[in-house]
């Protein structure tokens, strides 16, 4: 039996503002923040997909092209890069996340359209194979340099095919092994998603890693130079000696984009999003926890973590937290570190069990008067009961970002300067956790 332990709010970030309109007002309640961008899951767009989105290939097979192509920032700037993208697709960022089955035979072809070599490597397999052959380290003939962590497929055209068993479930990263550094700045990296062979809803063997699967997420966590991407899209020397990561991203957008639904059509190179829905824990509803799948490609510690609750970590680099007798080993944690290459799978959910229902608990709650709130045509308004599931009352003609009185809590890497876009804060590597009513949020 797994306690949690998430009363209260234990919001550390000065990100203590609610947003409504254009007028951030700070408040001393667990925050409440939302952006515009939440109008994308509003009643009419209610379809909009978000979780973690699938390949399964066929029958563990996967074509992939590594390309070039451009990713937007939430500032305007367009940043070449490269990345992984389905042979039948187009250019994305980050590459599509694979989708096994621990114990099957996992078949990667890999095309390469880049003007200089490339490969995957993948981090917790064994017996990987590449066209055949072990994968193993390349080396220059003459000058016996290592040139690529496992072979590569030639410039332009060349391809090769990586083959291996999925190992133990969990979560793993997939990246270039060739001229790494700069490689995987660029942007080839992507999320390898290993099922247990005998209860796909589960993370890991246990049957206590069971999750929602419509809440299921993939926090693929990367940074920028665009200084770095200028200088390979202008076949320029890179200095890295001035490497200045300017943008943080989950799953290749940074917030506010990291809100819009899977496939938003302006994010035509970047079709996975990061807002988290969860529902409530009680004895009568008990639900499954939702499912996040944490992953570093970036060359720094991303200590990451939401408001308002801990998460339960239960793997860590696609490995069951498990003793050596079998005991539970899975922590509570609410700022999780991830470090570069590594994954980490944690449940979320939301137990603040005494604070759903206004008329049993027994802190009375002020709420504005309408004539203390501002109005104007075009405001987003909030309900201000911190109560879950009261919706409240609105004026007409206003956009309101509150379908059923849920909360949003910020989530965002605690190193702030990676929540900002080139600077700018309440950017970057952040998103917001959605938590439902306890009886579901239906459209009104
Ligand atoms: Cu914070």
Redesign the pocket.
């Known amino acids: 039996m797994r306690l949690n332990r998430s009363r209260g709010a234990r919001?550390?970030?000065p990100?203590k503002a609610r947003i409504r309109g254009r007028a951030p007002v700070a408040v001393g309640v667990a925050?409440v923040v939302a952006a515009t961008a939440l109008g994308a899951t509003s009643g009419a767009q209610a379809a909009t997909s978000e979780g973690l989105l699938c390949e399964k290939g066929n029958q563990g097979t996967f074509s992939l092209a590594a390309r070039d192509g451009y990713v937007s920032t939430p500032d305007g700037n367009s940043i070449y890069s490269w990345g992984y993208s389905l042979s039948s697709g187009r250019f994305q960022l980050p590459g599509p996340v694979l989708c096994v089955t621990s114990g099957q035979t996992v078949t990667v072809v890999l095309h390469n359209e880049l003007p200089e070599a490339t490969s995957i490597v993948f981090p917790g397999q064994h017996g990987v194979t590449a066209d055949g052959n072990p994968a193993q380290p390349q080396f220059d003939a003459t000058s016996h340099e290592l040139t690529s962590m496992v072979q590569p497929a030639a410039a332009t055209s060349g391809s090769v095919t990586y083959q291996f068993k999925a190992g133990s479930p969990g979560t793993y990263l997939y990246t270039s092994g060739t001229d790494v550094t700069k490689q995987q700045e660029m942007g080839l990296f992507g999320a390898l998603v290993v099922r247990p062979a005998t209860a796909s809803g589960q993370v890991n063997d246990r049957s206590d890693s069971a999750f929602n699967p419509q809440h299921e997420y993939v926090f693929l966590l990367s940074e920028i130079d665009p200084d770095v991407h200028l200088a390979v899209e202008r076949k320029q020397p890179v200095d890295w000696s001035a490497y200045n990561a300017r943008y943080y991203m989950i799953n290749g957008r940074s917030m506010p984009d990291t809100l819009a639904p899977n496939k938003a059509s302006w994010l035509p190179n970047q079709p996975y999003g990061a807002l988290v829905h969860v529902k409530p824990w009680d004895a009568a509803t008990n639900p499954l926890p939702a499912a996040i799948r944490y992953l570093n490609a970036g060359r720094v510690n991303f200590p990451f973590?939401p408001?308002g609750s801990d998460e339960r970590v239960v793997n860590k680099d696609g490995h069951a937290l498990v003793g050596a007798k079998g005991e539970d080993l899975s922590y509570l944690k609410y700022d999780l570190d991830v470090m570069p290459g590594q994954t980490v799978d944690a449940l979320m959910d939301w137990r603040d069990v005494e604070h759903w229902n206004p008329t049993t608990n027994p802190v009375p709650t002020q709420l504005p008067v309408i004539t203390d709130q501002l109005l104007v045509g075009t405001d987003t308004w909030f309900n201000e009961s911190p109560y879950l599931g009261e919706q409240g009352t609105f004026p007409s003609n206003i956009t309101v970002n509150n379908e059923c009185g849920e909360y949003y809590h910020?989530?965002?890497s605690?190193a702030l300067q990676q929540a900002t876009n080139y600077g700018a804060t309440f950017g970057g590597m952040m998103t917001v956790f959605r938590i439902d009513p306890p009886a579901g949020c239906p459209v009104k």
């Open positions: 919001s550390r970030a990100f925050a973590h408001h910020v989530a965002h605690h």
